[in-house]
């Protein structure tokens, strides 16, 4: 079972997916799991592997999209008696299980590299290539001549503004695009960066040549809202002159952007249907993704094991309370 986890950790890693590794690293009997137990929790909240009873799953799954969400580890303590465990750097959590005994579980995520697109053969763009890998980032290219003119540090090169691996590559928050094309493709080039819905984008133009490229593309048709988010000039006002200076200007752009998203709090999307709470153990559960249901006086209850679900079934009335229907 470990070395298959671990195999589908490699692969995962391989194809740049997200997901946790999540162990067993310590229990008090008497638990089904047993330290080393180990499990894969996938983005689309996949689980492969073992961790413990049913009473687990929806816990981990809920605390893993939550580490992939801020990227940060954590040490889960699952116990009947949360008030003993209670302990600096752990969260503490009931354990609903009958075996009634505690498991700690760490969770480590596993991100891919931020992604840095870079659209343009100049010279701000080769140096922004070789500075962005010395940074950990995955570096893309495109240009039509990019394959014919290879730019050091790229891992990967796009001719077409259309190919579909470009956006397949990954979009969103972890996407960073810088389009330095110098008057050549520029239109293509904003708009194909457009697409990848990026959390960053700069261009590398002065503002008026920005201003008619702006005024170009509202008469193709492109909305205003995203223009009016593009960087320019891009990055920070350090006097840059050299393209390599330009290119540190920009990237300490980013990173003064990412890390002031990172220092948000991370609020976890709540699921199609919403949450609610087991009535018998306080759980949250996901209403859209329940295999526990129960339906009494005309309300819906939602439950994280079957267990929870036969106690209240056989006396409902000790568990009612105004905040156990979900509503």
């Given at each position: 079972m470990r070395a298959e986890l671990l195999q589908l950790a490699a692969d995962l890693a391989s194809r740049r997916q997200p997901f946790?590794?999540?162990?067993?690293?310590?229990?008090?009997?008497?638990s089904s799991a047993h330290q080393g137990d180990m499990a894969v929790i996938t983005a689309d909240g996949g689980y492969h592997g073992w961790l413990?009873?049913?009473?687990?799953?929806?816990?981990v799954r809920r605390e893993a999209a939550r580490a992939l969400i801020d990227g940060q580890p954590r040490?889960?303590?699952?116990?009947?008696?949360?008030?003993?465990?209670d302990r600096p750097g752990v969260t503490v959590l009931p354990m609903v299980c009958q075996s009634g005994g505690t498991v700690d579980v760490y969770l480590e995520p596993f991100l891919p590299p931020p992604r840095l697109v870079l659209f343009g053969l100049s010279p701000v763009v080769?140096?922004?290539?070789?500075?962005?890998?010395?940074?950990?980032y995955s570096?893309?290219?495109v240009d039509p001549d990019a394959?014919?003119?290879?730019?050091?540090?790229?891992?990967?090169a796009f001719v077409d503004w259309g190919n579909p691996e470009l956006r397949d590559a990954g979009s969103g928050a972890r996407t960073l695009v810088v389009v330095a094309t110098m008057g050549e493709h520029d239109d293509e080039a904003v708009t194909t960066a457009l697409g990848l819905r990026p959390a960053y984008l700069g261009v590398v133009a002065s503002r008026t040549r920005f201003g008619q490229l702006r005024e170009a593309l509202l008469g193709r048709g492109v909305a205003a809202e995203p223009l009016d988010r593009i960087r320019n000039p891009a990055g920070l006002d350090i006097g840059a002159r050299l393209p390599e200076e330009v290119a540190l200007s920009i990237l300490a752009e980013i990173v003064q952007i990412s890390r002031a998203q990172v220092a948000e709090p991370a609020a976890l999307p709540a699921p199609e249907g919403g949450e609610a709470m087991d009535p018998v153990c306080g759980m949250?559960?996901?209403v859209a993704t329940a295999r526990h249901r129960a339906e009494h006086l005309g309300h819906p209850f939602f439950f994280c094991n079957p267990r929870c679900r036969e106690k209240f079934l056989a006396a409902p009335e000790r568990y009612l309370t105004p905040s156990a229907a979900a509503r």
């Open positions: 946790v590794l999540a162990m067993v690293v310590r229990r008090q009997p008497y413990g009873g049913n009473c687990t799953q929806p816990v040490l889960l303590s699952l116990s009947p008696e949360p008030g003993a465990e080769r140096a922004l290539a070789q500075l962005g890998k010395g940074l950990g570096v893309d290219v394959v014919a003119r290879p730019v050091p540090g790229a891992d990967r949250t559960v996901a």
